[in-house]
């Protein structure tokens, strides 16, 4: 969309110049240079004194804001009929399609900051009753209106509205919301801190289709539904990870049961938990809320500090954080499982240090991670699933750290100090495994696969893990491939089995779950 709108409005000199013959920098409510950077005053600048008009004057714009960007400011509004964008000087006009439209806009950014990639910016009414253009550059103007427009309806751009683009309100106040390349775990009350900021959220309801995490969540007032997808539509929660993809859901109300953290009607306090589901403890919400607003402030990428810190919330207000971050792992298959398979598999969500099965108890061990934020991914991935014939519970143990045997001491092989393995996925900074973080599923992710390995050959491989191999694809390059098991359980005794595998000339196999089906 950017790429449509980049090039308009670029070199308008002549007709800047006579919309602003009317002197706007110097009004009295203005301090703007030239640069409309210097005035400490923010949001909506004082419009009493100019008449409304469907008009609206637009400044202090970060650098390189684009079309796209300043049309999404007056889209819920109604109709956005005309734009002209004075680059060297961070400003732009937007005409919208009535006065009424233009004094709704107005009245709501008197309430509500506008921002633009983050940035505050002034907004007022013009002097201007409407936005007169040179052809060439408005029809340049209508071209961008109209593949905006397109765009929020799902269709393309067509030729038979150039006299006016009509942007549609938004359909619905439910938003669907998906989270890609969720390296943090994003909870309830996260999404409720992000989309807070644009209205009052009623409804939240989360679940996992399709490998991916997903959300529904109902503003009171469609606007406030539009108005948070044109800002956050791709946006990172945090640095370079959970990316939200955001349509309008077809739905139109929530019907929520349950207030617990999959659930939530904040418009009914009174309902119950559900069964087996924690209520929500409204000391440790309220916390969670207020911690969440100094996170997610900016709603822009956040450092990781500050990501890790959100994250791990919830391990913070229960006392359980710490460097370590160690899980408690229970309902193991005693018989089977071993300190190396725990290693691989909760490797996958995070970089394992030290696995101990305990010694009075061996369906149950403690596993420390590299922090609470590998922790906290591992316990939401990994609880519930199942691992040798049963399903596993991961919780959060109250120990900072697993200790090794005192030297000299036989444990039976049940402790083993994985520090120094070479096998860490996340070890190196940046590294792209971090982006290609799902829970477990029954496609897995195959590379560093020789060039003289056949289909036939890996079939064969995973065939033996005890499992039934369901649909295989290779990447063009062949070094990568998709392997579809016939069950999640299947799939992740064939990770646990088969990553690092030997294929021989040096080529270890990496395994890990996809968010693709075959």
């Given at each position: 969309?950017?790429?449509?709108?980049?090039?308009?409005?670029?070199?308008?000199?002549?007709?800047?110049?006579?919309?602003?013959?009317?002197?706007?920098?110097?009004?009295?409510?203005?301090?703007?240079?030239?640069?409309?950077?210097?005035?400490?005053?923010?949001?909506?600048?004082?419009?009493?004194?100019?008449?409304?008009?469907?008009?609206?004057?637009?400044?202090?714009?970060?650098?390189?804001?684009?079309?796209?960007?300043?049309?999404?400011?007056?889209?819920?509004?109604?109709?956005?009929?005309?734009?002209?964008?004075?680059?060297?000087?961070?400003?732009?006009?937007?005409?919208?399609?009535?006065?009424?439209?233009?004094?709704?806009?107005?009245?709501?950014?008197?309430?509500?900051?506008?921002?633009?990639?983050?940035?505050?910016?002034?907004?007022?009414?013009?002097?201007?009753?409407?936005?007169?253009?040179?052809?060439?550059?408005?029809?340049?103007?209508?071209?961008?209106?109209?593949?905006?427009?397109?765009?929020?309806?799902?269709?393309?751009?067509?030729?038979?509205?150039?006299?006016?683009?009509?942007?549609?309100?938004?359909?619905?106040?439910?938003?669907?919301?998906?989270?890609?390349?969720?390296?943090?775990?994003?909870?309830?009350?996260?999404?409720?801190?992000?989309?807070?900021?644009?209205?009052?959220?009623?409804?939240?309801?989360?679940?996992?289709?399709?490998?991916?995490?997903?959300?529904?969540?109902?503003?009171?007032?469609?606007?406030?539904?539009?108005?948070?997808?044109?800002?956050?539509?791709?946006?990172?929660?945090?640095?370079?990870?959970?990316?939200?993809?955001?349509?309008?859901?077809k739905l139109v109300n929530l019907n929520v049961k349950y207030n617990n953290d999959k659930s939530r009607d904040y418009t009914r306090?009174?309902?119950?938990?559900?069964?087996?589901?924690?209520?929500?403890?409204?000391?440790?919400?309220?916390?969670?809320?207020?911690?969440?607003?100094?996170?997610?402030?900016?709603?822009?990428?956040?450092?990781?500090?500050?990501?890790?810190?959100?994250?791990?919330?919830?391990?913070?207000?229960?006392?359980?954080?710490?460097?370590?971050?160690?899980?408690?792992?229970?309902?193991?298959?005693?018989?089977?499982?071993?300190?190396?398979?725990?290693?691989?598999?909760?490797?996958?969500?995070?970089?394992?240090?030290?696995?101990?099965?305990?010694?009075?108890?061996?369906?149950?061990?403690?596993?420390?991670?590299?922090?609470?934020?590998?922790?906290?991914?591992?316990?939401?991935?990994?609880?519930?699933?199942?691992?040798?014939?049963?399903?596993?519970?991961?919780?959060?143990?109250?120990?900072?750290?697993?200790?090794?045997?005192?030297?000299?001491?036989?444990?039976?092989?049940?402790?083993?100090?994985?520090?120094?393995?070479?096998?860490?996925?996340?070890?190196?900074?940046?590294?792209?495994?971090?982006?290609?973080?799902?829970?477990?599923?029954?496609?897995?992710?195959?590379?560093?696969?020789?060039?003289?390995?056949?289909?036939?050959?890996?079939?064969?491989?995973?065939?033996?893990?005890?499992?039934?191999?369901?649909?295989?694809?290779?990447?063009?390059?062949?070094?990568?491939?998709?392997?579809?098991?016939?069950?999640?359980?299947?799939?992740?005794?064939?990770?646990?089995?088969?990553?690092?595998?030997?294929?021989?000339?040096?080529?270890?196999?990496?395994?890990?779950?996809?968010?693709?089906?075959?």
């Amino acid at each position: 969309m950017d790429g449509i709108a980049s090039d308009v409005a670029v070199g308008v000199k002549r007709s800047s110049d006579e919309l602003l013959s009317g002197s706007l920098y110097n009004s009295p409510n203005s301090s703007v240079t030239a640069n409309g950077n210097d005035s400490k005053k923010l949001r909506v600048e004082d419009s009493m004194d100019s008449p409304p008009s469907r008009v609206i004057h637009i400044r202090k714009l970060p650098n390189e804001v684009s079309e796209t960007e300043v049309i999404a400011l007056g889209l819920p509004f109604g109709k956005v009929t005309n734009i002209l964008m004075l680059k060297g000087k961070n400003q732009a006009f937007l005409e919208l399609g009535t006065e009424e439209a233009a004094v709704t806009m107005v009245n709501y950014y008197t309430a509500v900051t506008p921002q633009v990639r983050n940035v505050p910016v002034f907004i007022q009414y013009s002097n201007h009753k409407e936005l007169k253009t040179d052809s060439a550059l408005n029809q340049r103007a209508q071209a961008v209106l109209q593949a905006v427009s397109a765009v929020q309806e799902g269709g393309s751009p067509s030729s038979d509205t150039a006299g006016e683009s009509v942007l549609t309100p938004a359909p619905s106040p439910v938003l669907r919301i998906i989270i890609d390349n969720m390296f943090y775990p994003v909870t309830l009350d996260v999404l409720q801190q992000i989309f807070s900021k644009f209205g009052t959220v009623m409804k939240i309801i989360t679940f996992t289709k399709n490998n991916q995490f997903q959300a529904l969540l109902q503003f009171s007032d469609p606007v406030n539904a539009q108005q948070a997808k044109l800002s956050l539509d791709g946006q990172n929660i945090y640095n370079s990870c959970c990316t939200l993809r955001i349509d309008f859901s077809k739905l139109v109300n929530l019907n929520v049961k349950y207030n617990n953290d999959k659930s939530r009607d904040y418009t009914r306090p009174e309902l119950p938990a559900g069964d087996g589901q924690p209520p929500v403890d409204p000391s440790v919400a309220a916390a969670l809320s207020k911690d969440s607003t100094s996170l997610l402030g900016a709603i822009s990428p956040l450092s990781a500090a500050a990501a890790a810190a959100a994250a791990a919330g919830r391990v913070a207000l229960s006392g359980h954080s710490g460097p370590g971050g160690v899980l408690l792992v229970s309902n193991l298959n005693e018989e089977m499982v071993t300190p190396q398979s725990l290693f691989t598999l909760f490797g996958v969500y995070g970089d394992v240090q030290r696995v101990k099965i305990l010694y009075n108890k061996k369906d149950s061990a403690l596993i420390q991670m590299s922090d609470g934020n590998q922790a906290q991914l591992a316990m939401s991935h990994l609880n519930g699933q199942k691992m040798y014939g049963k399903i596993i519970r991961v919780t959060l143990s109250k120990h900072q750290t697993v200790q090794l045997p005192r030297e000299g001491l036989d444990d039976q092989g049940l402790t083993k100090d994985f520090t120094s393995s070479p096998l860490h996925r996340f070890k190196k900074p940046g590294s792209k495994n971090f982006q290609n973080i799902f829970p477990p599923s029954a496609t897995l992710h195959l590379s560093n696969i020789p060039e003289n390995v056949t289909e036939d050959d890996l079939r064969l491989l995973f065939s033996n893990s005890g499992g039934t191999v369901k649909a295989f694809k290779f990447f063009q390059d062949r070094k990568m491939a998709l392997l579809q098991m016939a069950t999640v359980e299947e799939a992740i005794q064939a990770l646990i089995d088969l990553h690092n595998y030997d294929m021989g000339r040096g080529h270890r196999l990496r395994v890990s779950f996809s968010k693709s089906t075959i």
